[in-house]
């Protein structure tokens, strides 16, 4: 078992690293569906909501102990009020730069700039 960056694993990071830890490129994706409703009450409106977004992204190992990436993402959201035709929708567009590096001793550095 080698340590490579802040993981501990048999195969070094996961396997996609190369003999020195750095070149290993990893594509990740993550999205999210909710939807749903309430009924009307005392003091609030009926309303009922979608949301979907879709997030992609690529990361590159420098070092063994520095690596980096981009994410992009897109999501929208429309929500229904009550029974008078309320609407309201949003979309939203995100691009993201990110770094982790680990010094040792238990300490990890991350960034996000977006």
């Known amino acids: 078992m080698r340590q490579c960056g802040g993981c501990r694993a048999p195969d ?7 003999a020195s830890g750095t070149g290993a490129v990893g594509i ?15 003091n609030n409106q009926s309303y009922e909501f979608e949301s979907e977004g879709i997030t992609i992204g690529a990361d590159y190992r420098f070092s063994p102990n520095f690596a980096a990436g981009l994410g992009i993402g897109f999501g929208r959201d429309t929500v229904d009020i009550g029974k008078n035709g309320s609407r309201s929708r949003g979309e939203a567009k995100t691009v993201a730069l990110y770094a982790s590096y680990p010094p040792g001793s238990g300490i990890l550095i991350d960034g996000l700039v977006g």
């Open 28 to 42: 990740w994706t993550a999205g999210v569906i909710r939807f749903g409703d309430q009924n009307a009450g005392l």
């Open 12 to 18: 070094g990071c996961n396997g996609s690293a190369g």
